[in-house]
């Protein structure tokens, strides 16, 4: 039920082009299986489970077409993208003919690519549920954006479990979309029209959880001079989400578990047993095993609440869906602060692709308000972003791979060209595991496989400072 990733299989005889595209789709959320040439491809095919298949032509043993035949036999809603050379229109138009997906023409860029790539596994998904549930408008369903793989499945998840009474846990990174979710599971279930309660548990003092989940009765306590119904009996009919369950002390948890196996509880200083009929979702961004395993969370509620795991994917797991989301959200604050920003310079948007976003699409959607309000050019362009999402991009992107290519100096030569491109990719490599771990030098140290006493010469070595909020 998880959202997995999707298994995309390269073949092609050429190292470069399969470790180029392999670094891509890797990048964007793939799971990446290669291979050299169409016999090695085939048994790929009958080891594993691929979704997507990008093939060369023009290959050793078993060439591209073969591969196609063959695949499509065994599975003929197999996407197959074709690899072609410059000039070769007939063999792709064969190909199509044959029931290849799309083909890829050399030299062929990352935006391609990915649209490619894309819209391939989208519509295998619609292929195999149902066509008629397909959204034009980019993708988007229940209020969520992404087309990416990790969403498109997010989609048939919330469809399943919304039409069920099941409790769901939703699980991801902070910004990642639970809230939205949570609601999302509400509207679309048969009690969309009575009430979603929200309550956050990181945000009620310890010693008022209980009367805040269950009520209280009139005298409970002193200032109780009338009773009142707590948030469950609040969200009879509807759903309860219960966001930041991981902050719960570990008394209310046992409160908690009663309440929800036997939809029965008592308000504070009441008798009476009161039931309830409430859908229960839980949303967290903690490492529930951990705290069970230090002992701040009960198993028995784990499993009462993980019925339905959702995790949520990271921004940076799902890279492809960047692009939509900025377009949504440009449109979203043009709108608000009356703004005319009609889109984004491809070296910006570069930019906006390659930043980890650790603050995911909460910090991506605060970053592009702030873009738009200070943008006076009719496009976004790269210095109305903040300096921090500026500041790592990749060695590989556009900008240096072109300094490399087109300007190899006679005195540099290869070796000192490898020289500098190895210190500015390690430079990048350890800026982002900081950025990555908020400045902590011994999580980033674990991170990059390295002690942390040699992650300090590093930076050093590097011109890069250490952060003050490193504290372990
Ligand atoms: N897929 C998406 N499409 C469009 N907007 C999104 C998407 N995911 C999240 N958002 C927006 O990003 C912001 C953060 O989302 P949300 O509050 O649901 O995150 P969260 O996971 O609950 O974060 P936290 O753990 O910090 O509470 C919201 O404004 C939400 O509308
Ligand atoms: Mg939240």
């Not at 008798?271 to 529930?288: E, M, P, S, W, Y």
């Not at 100096?409 to 500015?424: D, I, Q, T, W």
Request: charged share 30%; with cysteine; aromatic share 6%.
């Amino acid at each position: 039920m998880l959202p997995e990733k999707k298994q995309v299989l390269i073949v092609d005889d050429e190292p470069n082009l399969r470790k180029i595209l392999s670094a891509q789709l890797t990048r964007d959320g793939y799971d990446v299986l290669t291979a050299e040439d169409g016999e090695a491809g085939l048994q790929v095919l009958r080891d594993h489970h691929i979704d997507l298949v990008i093939t060369d032509l023009k290959m050793p043993k078993v060439d591209g077409m073969a591969l196609l035949k063959q695949a499509l036999e065994e599975d003929p809603e197999l996407p197959v993208v074709m690899i072609t050379a410059h000039g070769t229109v007939d063999t792709a138009v064969e190909a199509l003919k044959t029931g290849a997906f799309d083909y890829l023409t050399k030299p062929f860029d990352k935006d391609e690519v990915r649209q490619i790539v894309g819209k391939a596994l989208k519509t295998r998904d619609f292929a195999r549920t149902d066509a008629s549930r397909a959204d034009p408008a980019h993708g988007a369903k229940f209020g969520i954006i992404g087309t990416s793989a990790g969403i498109i499945d997010l989609y048939s998840v919330i469809e399943r479990v919304a039409a069920t009474p099941t409790t769901a846990l939703i699980t991801g990174e902070s910004g990642t979309g639970k809230e939205l979710v949570a609601r999302a599971l509400h509207e679309h279930s048969t009690h969309a029209d009575k009430p979603f309660i929200k309550v956050n548990c990181a945000a009620i003092p310890k010693e008022l959880i209980e009367s805040e989940l269950f009520g209280y009765e009139r005298g409970a306590f002193t200032g109780a001079v009338s009773s009142k119904p707590g948030r469950f009996e609040l969200a009879n009919g509807g759903t309860l989400f219960l966001d930041e369950i991981g902050e719960i002390p570990v008394e209310m948890q046992v409160k908690l578990l009663r309440a929800l196996q036997e939809s029965e509880f008592e308000r504070v200083g009441g008798i009476k047993t009161i039931h309830v009929d409430v859908r229960l979702v839980a949303a967290t961004n903690r490492d529930l095993k951990k705290l069970i395993a230090q002992g701040a969370f009960r198993e028995d509620l784990f499993y009462r609440l993980n019925v339905v795991p959702i995790r949520l994917p990271a921004l940076r797991e799902r890279a492809t869906d960047i692009p939509i989301l900025v377009g949504h959200f440009l449109e979203k604050f043009n709108t608000r602060l009356r703004k005319e920003v009609v889109g984004v310079e491809p070296d910006a948007m570069e930019v906006l692709s390659t930043y980890p976003w650790p603050g995911n699409i909460r910090e991506l959607e605060n970053v592009i308000e702030r873009a738009v309000l200070f943008c006076d050019a009719a496009k976004m362009r790269t210095e109305d972003l903040p300096a921090e999402v500026r500041g790592t991009v990749p060695v590989f992107a556009t900008p240096y791979a072109e300094d490399f290519t087109r300007n190899v100096s006679p005195e540099g030569g290869l070796k000192e060209h490898v020289k500098v491109a190895m210190s500015k990719l390690e430079r990048e490599l350890v800026s982002r595991a900081l950025v990555q771990t908020n400045g902590n030098v011994t999580h980033a140290a674990r991170l990059l496989k390295i002690s942390r006493k040699g992650l300090q010469l590093k930076m050093k070595e590097l011109g890069l400072r250490e952060n003050t909020t490193d504290r372990d």
